[in-house]
């Protein structure tokens, strides 16, 4: 015992506290996808009772809603299977982010198109 602190080992990966967050934060894209699925149910709902001559705009068509609702899952998907690869790496957690900012995209669609 000289008193001299243990050197920290190297290349053992990325800091525990950035790897659980990278998980939280991928793991959360599945909370994240159900709240934009559950958004487009509501806008397509909203205009259920709406024809093309009371409400001119009703929102997107079959294939790019189909693209922005079912968009999501995948999304939240790939973001946690990405996360199996890159959770220990320095810049893993971009992927978490990468996948929250796709949903947030999506949504603002899905805003603007309703």
Do not use: Q
């Amino acid at each position: 015992m000289t008193g001299e602190p243990m050197p920290i080992p190297r290349g053992t990966g990325a800091h525990p506290a950035r790897f659980w967050i990278n998980w939280v934060l991928a793991v959360l894209t599945i909370v994240g996808a159900a709240l934009v699925m559950t958004f487009a149910v509501g806008a397509v709902m909203s205009a259920a009772a709406c024809s093309t001559v009371e409400c001119p705009g009703l929102g997107p068509g079959g294939v790019l809603f189909g693209v922005l609702y079912y968009g999501a899952p995948v999304i939240a998907g790939l973001t946690v299977l990405a996360s199996f690869f890159t959770a220990r790496l320095p810049r893993g957690f971009l992927v978490p982010l990468a996948g929250w900012a796709l949903l947030a995209i999506d949504l603002l669609a899905l805003f603007v198109a309703f």
